[in-house]
């Protein structure tokens, strides 16, 4: 999987609209972007993915610039159960050995 | 109900006593892994394999064995477990494709004293 690059935390108001951004310079053609979501004590959950311009889903959405060099985690109006850690993974999955990046630390205040 | 299921969910041991955490999927999943969690070091990945028989090492694969016998099954074992690997376990399984997603399991708590 590709190398990626994401803020360590971030603070939130309950209500805002959160915009996590993770960089991946050397994303492959065939690599997609897939952003998954971790509560404390438990496994990573898949949120969404994509390949190119934007995704949506009902719990986020996903861009994707044109040179897909980086891709931008939106969640809409934020609740304190969103408080959770993201992390962004490039690359097909099922091919070689995954390493997680450090992922977003989400923190939403009441 | 598509779903990884590890037990057991939380094991205190002794150090030296050999242990087995299973891990079985029920999605036909290929690829399948294990990975710990410990405080300021996120997930890394201990082993992996891609298919029935097929395993690799990942980034910490010291002290653990695993073994692919079936595709549903992908136990780890701690032939003798030291304090060191008290951490939190997690298994995982996927399809072998570029736009799949990875399942998790609920996670194993092992305290080795």
Same mark, same amino acid.
């Given at each position: 999987?590709?190398?990626?690059?994401?803020?360590?935390?971030?603070?939130?108001?309950?209500?805002?609209?959160?915009?996590?951004?993770?960089?991946?310079?050397?994303?492959?053609?065939? !690599?997609?972007?897939?952003? &998954?979501?971790?509560?404390?004590?438990? =496994?990573?959950?898949?949120?969404?993915? /994509?390949?190119? *311009? +934007?995704?949506?889903?009902?719990?986020?959405?996903?861009?994707?610039?044109?040179?897909?060099?980086?891709?931008?985690?939106?969640?809409?109006?934020?609740?304190?159960? !969103?408080?959770?850690?993201? &992390?962004?993974?490039?690359?097909?999955? =099922?091919?070689?050995?995954?390493?997680? /990046?450090?992922? *977003? +630390?989400?923190?939403?205040?009441? | 109900?598509?779903?990884?299921?590890?037990?057991?969910?939380?094991?205190?041991?002794?150090?030296?006593?050999?242990?087995?955490?299973?891990?079985?999927?029920?999605?036909?999943?290929?690829?399948?892994?294990?990975?710990?969690?410990?405080?300021?070091?996120?997930?890394?990945?201990?082993?992996?394999?891609?298919?029935?028989?097929?395993?690799?090492?990942?980034?910490?694969?010291?002290?653990?064995?695993?073994?692919?016998?079936?595709?549903?099954?992908?136990?780890?074992?701690?032939?003798?477990?030291?304090?060191?690997?008290?951490?939190?376990?997690?298994?995982?399984?996927?399809?072998?494709?570029?736009?799949?997603?990875?399942?998790?399991?609920?996670?194993?708590?092992?305290?080795?004293?």
């Amino acid at each position: 999987l590709a190398k990626t690059t994401q803020p360590i935390s971030m603070d939130s108001y309950e209500g805002q609209e959160v915009n996590i951004t993770c960089s991946h310079n050397n994303i492959a053609t065939n !690599d997609y972007i897939t952003w &998954y979501q971790q509560f404390p004590s438990q =496994g990573p959950r898949f949120i969404i993915q /994509g390949y190119k *311009t +934007k995704v949506t889903n009902e719990v986020a959405s996903l861009f994707i610039p044109a040179d897909r060099k980086s891709s931008t985690l939106s969640l809409p109006r934020v609740s304190l159960s !969103d408080t959770a850690v993201y &992390y962004c993974l490039v690359g097909a999955w =099922g091919y070689q050995k995954v390493t997680f /990046g450090t992922g *977003t +630390k989400l923190q939403v205040i009441p | 109900e598509a779903q990884v299921t590890q037990n057991p969910r939380y094991l205190i041991t002794v150090t030296g006593k050999k242990l087995t955490v299973t891990c079985s999927q029920n999605m036909n999943h290929e690829y399948m892994s294990w990975y710990r969690q410990d405080p300021g070091l996120g997930l890394r990945q201990i082993y992996y394999s891609m298919n029935v028989e097929v395993t690799d090492k990942g980034d910490v694969p010291e002290g653990y064995k695993v073994s692919r016998k079936e595709k549903r099954n992908f136990p780890l074992i701690l032939e003798s477990p030291s304090p060191n690997q008290t951490s939190l376990y997690f298994c995982a399984s996927s399809f072998r494709d570029s736009n799949t997603e990875a399942f998790f399991g609920q996670g194993t708590r092992l305290t080795v004293v």
